[in-house]
């Protein structure tokens, strides 16, 4: 028997518990379709038991309603013992038993949409229940037990679970957990750095000190936007983080961004903001600016202007 053989893990039960539900039906039919035990909450579960799909609901496991208007669903031991126990240890399988704990195989969450929340203009208090507690710490529980269970930290992640259930039976190796695993510490440390981001910003702008280190800890988090044609130089591979690409910028034609490209991009909208005069910048050049006003009817760029011309590489200049 092969090393991947030996590490695969049937699962029999699953806990789903999401904001997002595109994208999930089909998911769920898998699961059903294969004699898995769902368990669910809140919405979720309505909307599992609306696809007439068998769904069991965590508080009949738990003797617990949802509770605080919902800030407390899944946060009980017989939920997180059954993700946590670790299969085959004396101790673990003891315990289950005295409390009659079930194996959770399959966790799957797609968290409350913080950032979302944030960017919408929202108010402070609506932005704090947008925090996400039971939900990220399902996804941290089956992450660390990736060797006995799968997590799914988002809804990024169906298609790709539901094509592997179809062509291994139910079955996962463990790499493919670990590959899981590891996706859902991104999602979890990207979160936990957005929400660490806001209240810095309650904070306002920061004073004017001597202080080398004026945070204690700096994060940064980006989600990934695009690849790039190729990095610094033809050889080399590149990416773009962060939001606001496709809102600043409309793409006419040409061939894909490169790395170059977006620096000649940053520096030429760096320039325009410093210029008093609607310009003409030759691409690549520069040293070379022409303040064509008479030629030119769009009125002064500021920052957050979508610049409609920037990203059309084939034509080799962008105009203002």
Not at 149 to 169: F, G, M, N
């Amino acid at each position: 028997m092969t090393r991947s053989a030996e590490s695969r893990k049937p699962i029999r039960r699953a806990l789903v518990s999401v904001y997002h539900k595109e994208g999930l039906e089909k998911l769920l039919r898998q699961l059903g379709q294969s004699g898995v035990e769902i368990l669910s909450t809140g919405g979720t579960y309505d909307y599992v038991t609306s696809l007439d799909l068998p769904c069991a609901k965590v508080e009949d496991r738990t003797g617990l309603p949802s509770i605080l208007g919902g800030r407390v669903k899944t946060l009980h031991p017989v939920v997180f013992g059954g993700i946590l126990t670790r299969r085959g240890n004396e101790q673990d399988d003891k315990d289950c038993r005295r409390f009659d704990i079930d194996p959770i195989d399959l966790v799957i969450v797609d968290l409350y949409p913080f950032e979302d929340t944030v960017a919408s203009g929202a108010s402070h208090e609506d932005i704090i229940e947008k925090i996400d507690i039971g939900g990220i710490s399902l996804i941290r529980a089956a992450a660390k037990n990736y060797s006995d269970v799968v997590i799914i930290p988002s809804a990024k992640y169906y298609d790709e679970l539901t094509a592997l259930l179809a062509e291994q039976d139910s079955e996962t190796t463990l790499e493919q957990r670990r590959h899981f695993a590891r996706a859902a510490f991104e999602v979890s440390s990207s979160y936990d750095t957005a929400i660490h981001d806001y209240f810095l910003s309650l904070d306002g702008p920061a004073e004017e000190s001597d202080d080398l280190l004026p945070q204690d800890c700096f994060a940064l988090s980006m989600e990934g936007c695009q690849s790039m044609r190729y990095g610094e130089n033809p050889h080399q591979r590149a990416a773009y983080y962060g939001r606001g690409f496709e809102e600043r910028f409309d793409y006419l034609h040409g061939k894909q961004i490169s790395y170059n490209n977006l620096l000649d991009v940053d520096a030429a909208v760096h320039m325009i903001e410093e210029m008093d005069a609607r310009s003409r910048l030759l691409a690549a050049s520069w040293c070379s600016i022409d303040r064509w006003t008479w030629l030119l009817q769009r009125s002064s760029i500021s920052s957050s202007s979508k610049c409609s011309s920037l990203p059309t590489i084939a034509r080799k200049r962008w105009s203002y």
